[in-house]
């Protein structure tokens, strides 16, 4: 079963500090993974997803990178904002249609 | 922009009463999924379904049942709801197995 770790569980930087989350996975064979966005209370936004065929995806401010035969994926990002203060997500997709999800890493950026 | 509604955002309910949990999309997505959500546990897939009256168990499927009847629509079924059953719960959509899901806004469960 695919096992997905994201450290740190929590960060705090101030406002104009680029953001660096990580994720890393048991399983090399994945299909692809996925990066969301949680606000408190609320459900997911998906951000980035990057395929296995892929070795990153930008997005605006944002940047997913994977090197599968590491088993890691990183988020990037930019200029961080107050409102960019939430629990950032990953999760990886083996052969099939379940997702394995991340603890998550809870953003906080200081004014 | 996909779109999935959960019918609510907030649900009290009693010990042993049978509960709903519906979930609409409007992008005609093939995959639907029923997860749950607890503090230190993460999220966990209850069930999801890849085609119309088709369902599949996912890590933790005592205690549910779901019903597809139309595209669109994927209910969770709690048959006799327990305590142990308050949580945030999560629907999702996907066009394919290999594409994003997209997550619904969640329905917070307290269970009395």
């Known amino acids: 079963k695919q096992e997905v770790t994201q450290i740190p569980a929590a960060l705090s930087v101030p406002e104009g500090e680029n953001l660096v989350l990580n994720c890393s996975f048991t399983?090399?064979?994945?299909?692809?993974l996925q990066w969301f966005r949680q606000d408190p209370g609320k459900g997911l936004t998906s951000l980035l997803l990057?395929?296995?065929?892929?070795r990153e995806q930008t997005s605006g401010r944002l940047n997913a990178s994977l090197d599968k035969s590491s088993g890691r994926s990183t988020l990037y990002i930019a200029a961080s904002q107050p409102g960019d203060s939430a629990t950032y997500l990953c999760?990886?997709?083996?052969?099939?249609?379940?997702?394995?999800f991340g603890a998550g890493t809870t953003v906080t950026v200081r004014a | 922009d996909v779109k999935v509604t959960q019918s609510s955002r907030y649900l009290v309910k009693r010990t042993g009463e049978k509960v709903f949990l519906e979930c609409v999309q409007d992008?005609?997505?093939?995959?639907m999924f029923w997860y749950r959500q607890d503090p230190g546990l993460g999220l966990r897939l209850i069930y999801f379904?890849?085609?119309?009256?088709?369902?599949e168990k996912g890590d933790i499927p005592e205690g549910y049942s779901v019903s597809r009847e139309k595209k669109e629509r994927f209910s969770l079924i709690l048959e006799s709801a327990s305590t142990n059953q308050t949580s945030m719960y999560l629907c999702?959509?996907?066009?394919?197995?290999?594409?994003?899901?997209?997550f619904g806004d969640g329905t917070r469960l307290s269970i009395l």
């Open positions: 990057i395929q296995s065929s892929q």
């Open positions: 399983d090399s064979a994945i299909y692809n």
């Open positions: 379904s890849y085609d119309v009256k088709m369902k």
């Open positions: 992008m005609d997505h093939e995959n």
């Open positions: 999760a990886g997709l083996p052969n099939d249609y379940k997702l394995s």
């Open positions: 999702a959509s996907s066009s394919k197995a290999n594409q994003p899901q997209h």
